[in-house]
């Protein structure tokens, strides 16, 4: 039993030894170094539930649809900075219409739009363990956001178009990994209000979009260069 103890102490005292050394060797050059303009090719999925045409009781396609979209940023202090972010996703088609002389089915594609307006805190960019071949970077953000999606079909009863903005919350993970370029993982939970959208069909003021508290959830890949 003492032989273990004493193997356990050695085994722990010399992991201590060797990551307090780690954590001491200096592993970023100076105070700033994360501090500057950023910017960012982006790629996932976004959420797609508020496109449901209420008149014809139809929605667009399914409830996740791809996205692309650019990221732009400046750090005004290694840890805390602003980014704007600009997400489309339009990039499938689906059936719209229920099969009636008013909103007959047909194939149609959807575009949808989210910017963001961000402040963005950085954790560990002072962290003197952080290793030499990746630095690892969570981050948090909250700001503003809007949202714009238009269903264009060829028939103009199908044809929906909805807007609205509200508070824009997420995280994610930065990894700087040569020099100066980074991947990240994104993540944005979008709290909007929509507004309700009216059209005339066959004379009549119609609701096409209901609108009201429409949160929708985009995760992002990203790949960036920090200037």
């Known amino acids: ?35 500057g303009f950023w910017i960012a090719a982006t790629g996932g999925m976004m959420q797609a539930t508020d496109d449901r045409n209420v008149a014809s009781n139809v929605k667009f396609g399914g409830t996740f649809i791809p996205a692309l979209g650019l990221s732009l940023g400046y750090d005004f202090k290694d840890w805390i900075g602003m980014m704007f972010q600009i997400t ?22 959807e575009h949808v739009i989210n910017m963001d307006l961000s402040a963005r805190y950085t954790f560990l960019t002072g962290w003197m363990g952080q290793p030499d071949s990746v630095r690892i970077l969570p981050f948090v953000k909250l700001g503003g956001a809007g949202r714009a999606l238009y269903v264009n079909a060829p028939n103009t009863n199908n044809k929906v178009g909805a807007y609205g903005g509200g508070i824009a919350v997420g995280a994610g993970v930065e990894f700087l990994v040569i020099d100066k370029i980074f991947f990240a ?13 009216f059209k005339t069909i066959n004379g009549t003021r ?13 995760v992002l890949g990203m790949v960036g260069y920090h200037f």
């Open 185 to 197: 993982i994104d993540a944005t939970e979008h709290l909007m209000f929509m507004m309700d959208e």
């Open 206 to 218: 119609t609701k096409i979009i209901d609108g009201g508290f429409k949160p929708n959830f985009q």
């Open 88 to 109: 489309y996703g339009g990039l499938v088609t689906a059936n719209v219409g229920n099969g009636t002389a008013t909103y007959p089915a047909e194939s149609a594609r």
């Open 1 to 35: 039993m003492k032989k273990l103890i004493l193997a356990f102490l050695i085994i722990t005292a010399t992991a201590f030894t060797s990551s307090t050394s780690f954590a001491q060797k200096p592993s970023f050059p100076v105070d700033g170094w994360h501090e």
